[in-house]
């Protein structure tokens, strides 16, 4: 699953973002409270938090796309559990009015790359922006 802030502080990691790290087998944040009425509650606190985090990460982007997955290897035991989380981030970060600004939407691989295709081929005619030529290992998706 993936999402157009890094995972504990580490920009390019390819796992959840801080705050939303929850799976059966991943559960290193403490627990996600999404029910307001709880005493508990931190979600809002966390879709925040991730609002700051990717305005960081824009900062280190040549376009107006960032693809952010959500999950590690051999995640997602707990399907459900990450979806509902994903859901309750999206419909959150529209509440908080950050849509505004950024749009938070479920992607693929094929849709990030034909959107970024699409800001090569359209939007940088006539301009020196180029991309960085990688040769080595690509992983993580940084």
Aim: charged residues 20%.
């Amino acid at each position: 699953m993936a999402l157009i802030s890094d995972s504990g502080g580490i920009y390019g990691s390819y796992c959840w973002p801080a705050g939303f790290w929850a799976d059966t087998s991943y559960m290193i944040d403490a627990p996600i409270v999404l029910n307001k009425n709880d005493p508990g509650y931190n979600f809002e606190g966390r879709v925040r938090a991730f609002y700051e985090g990717m305005v960081e990460n824009f900062r280190m982007e040549k376009t107006n796309h960032i693809f952010k997955t959500f999950g590690c290897d051999m995640a997602f035991i707990e399907a459900n559990l990450n979806y509902k989380i994903v859901d309750a981030l999206i419909s959150t970060w529209n509440r908080l009015g950050f849509n505004e600004t950024m749009v938070l939407q479920y992607s693929t691989p094929t849709k990030y790359i034909n959107d970024v295709k699409n800001v090569n081929d359209n939007d940088w005619n006539g301009t020196d922006k180029v991309w960085p030529l990688r040769r080595d290992d690509m992983f993580p998706y940084a």
